[in-house]
């Protein structure tokens, strides 16, 4: 579904990626996983749009990316889940859906159909409809910004580290949701710093050092490598 080649990004002097190979299957949940500064968001910010590539070609479904503009990929089917959550704290639960869908705002009817079906699926977001979301607790706000990047219809999701920030207890939760999607056949790039429940529910793994892809391979493959330490994977 997604092929990265060579690609890199810099930030002035700065080379925030160097050239990056990584490839999605479709169906497949893949983990990239890299310290603070690894290049990890830049890379996931890449893939929608929001940051450039100077070096190398994104291609999404058989088709070169690298020049559309982030509108013309998400009604192509990718959508992003920003690191930070990125939630509007001031509107409505309701309402973040509802810009989650503005791609799809010349059908309102439909849109407010699979609002509706998500809030069925995520039964929290249905009980807090109106309430501001500023006022959810940091777990709610995650699964209301996985949500919104749902709204979108999406077959590629890239969500940026989803368990930031939050209790053990609340990363399970979303977790659970990130696994539900996948058993749904969703494909997902997840992209984490403590990689410990992501490693568990990847399909792929790859390991991200300075802009680098330092380690890859199936979980099972790596997982006593000790290039990923137990500073991703805990203990
Ligand atoms: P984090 O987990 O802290 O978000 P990350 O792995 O996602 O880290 P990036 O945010 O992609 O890493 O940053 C990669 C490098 O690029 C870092 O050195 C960072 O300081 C730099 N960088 C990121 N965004 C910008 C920007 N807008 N302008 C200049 N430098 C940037």
Avoid at 9 to 14: F, L, M, N, Q, S
């Amino acid at each position: 579904m997604l092929l990265l080649e060579n690609v890199s990004v810099k930030y002035g002097a700065i080379e925030a990626i160097r050239g990056i190979n990584m490839e999605i299957k479709v169906g497949s949940v893949v983990c990239l996983i890299g310290a603070n500064g690894a290049g990890k968001s830049t890379t996931v910010n890449t893939i929608a749009g929001l940051v450039r590539n100077q070096g190398g070609k994104i291609f999404y479904c058989g088709e070169d990316i690298s020049r559309w503009e982030t509108y013309k990929r998400i009604e192509a089917g990718i959508a992003i889940s920003m690191e930070g959550r990125r939630i509007f704290p001031d509107q409505t639960v309701y309402d973040n859906l509802l810009l989650g869908g503005y791609t799809r705002r010349k059908k309102m009817r439909e849109l407010r159909r699979d609002i509706d079906q998500i809030m069925d699926k995520l039964p929290i977001l249905k009980e807090k409809a109106n309430q501001l979301a500023g006022t959810l607790s940091g777990g709610q706000q995650q699964i209301l910004a996985i949500a919104r990047a749902l709204i979108a219809k999406p077959k590629l999701l890239l969500l940026d580290e989803p368990s930031l920030g939050l209790a053990p207890i609340l990363i399970k939760e979303v977790y659970k949701i990130i696994k539900d999607l996948h058993s749904e056949g969703m494909t997902i790039l997840l992209v984490e710093q403590f990689a410990q429940y992501a490693f568990s529910i990847s399909d792929y793994v790859y390991v991200l050092e300075h802009g680098k892809i330092v380690l890859e391979g199936k979980p099972e493959d790596i997982k006593d490598d000790p290039r990923l330490t137990s500073a991703y994977l805990g203990e």
